[in-house]
C-alpha cells in the first residue's frame, strides 16, 4: 500500500522554482523535470525505506537524470517531501524544516 504523500511548504516552492526555469528554457525540459520527480514520488510512497537515510533524520531519492534528489521523512503512512534539492546548493540548507 502506497503511502500519502505531501510536500512542506518550502518543497512545493523548489518545484515551482525549478520548473518555471526549465519552462523558460524548454518546454520538454520541463516536462522531464516533472516527470523525473513523478516517478520518484511514487517510488518513494510505495517503499519508502528502500532509499538511504541521510542528514536529520531524513532519506533521499537521487533523480535519474536531473541534478536534484528528493529529500523525504516518514511518518507513520505519510511521506513528507522536505526538499527538491539541487545537487549544487550548500547541503542541508532544509534542516530547518524538520522539527
Known sequence: M???????????????AVSDRYRERSAGAAAGFIAELNYAIERVAELPETWPSYNANTRRFIFRVYPFSLVYRIAENEIEIVAVAHFKRKPGYWTSRVD
Open 2 to 16: 502506497a503511502h500519502s504523500v505531501r510536500f512542506h511548504p518550502e518543497a512545493a516552492e523548489e518545484v515551482q
